[in-house]
């Protein structure tokens, strides 16, 4: 089914932006900073497959951080949730996404949660495969099953940028190499983190991914289950806590839905058994979030009384 422009959708867009101020695009990963502060697109789709969009659906974005997400599911997957949260933690943190304090501060040292920095390299260590290529491609194929989209692949531009300047990255994985968390060699590591978070989409793929986690993993054509409704539980859970980076506890006020953001301007929600949502907007407020995109979230909410709280 074509996905339908929507001019509601529109309107509130347009209230979205005027209601934030600015943001700026992320800078500290080179080829982000490319990115047009002006785009915004969003896409919603439903269990039934209808779809609805407003903005430039076809401009493509990195996932960043939302890969966190289907690593954590992947993982979960391959190794069951026992051997996943001997390595990460289940609790929220109040520190910026890349912080190293509590590596340092808490005892025994483990990450505290899957969608910060370290823990996701914690998670992503998890992934099997004999290699970088091979383990890259188990990830693509998992999430391509996931938007139904077999073309999906990751930007080498993004990943090699990033590559080349995550210094804190690396500084984390050499924490957690010290002290047991990870074992494999921490440049390998860091190969396959940058690559899954430079795989690229655009919104409706977004929406596609969140309407499956919405529907505890079900597939919204054919009813298939694609990820165990546990594994599905688990990550929206860790959306809800931990989602928006330092911001959760304020996005679950006021706009009450599992979410997770990246540095990109991507937004992936998932409404329980309503809908997903995919959004695209890459000027950020000062914690990393899309500013447009958190706005015109609050704005669903409020109008639709989305939130589950
Ligand atoms: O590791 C990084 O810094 C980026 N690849 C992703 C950061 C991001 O989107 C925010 N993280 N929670």
Redesign the pocket.
Known sequence: MPCQTNSELNELILQAKRETEGGRV?D??PALAKANPADFSVAIIHPDGLCISAGDIDKKF???????VLTLALALCDNGEKYVFSKVGYEPTGDP??SIIKLETNNPSKPLNP???AG??AVTHLIKGDSVPDRIEHILKFVRKLAGNDKITYSKQVAES?LAT?N??RALCYFMKQHGVINEEVEELMDL??KQ??IEMDCLDLARIGVVFSLDGKDPQSGEQLLPAEVARLCKTFMVTCGM?NASGEFAIRVGIPAK????GAIMGSVPNQFGIGIYGPALNDI?NSSTGIRLLEILSEKYSLSMF
């Open positions: 992320a500290y990963i990195t996932l960043q951080s939302i890969s966190k996404f890349n969608m910060i920095n996701a390299l990033e995550s804190l990255n983190y940058t978070c430079a980076y953001s990246g540095v990109s990393g």
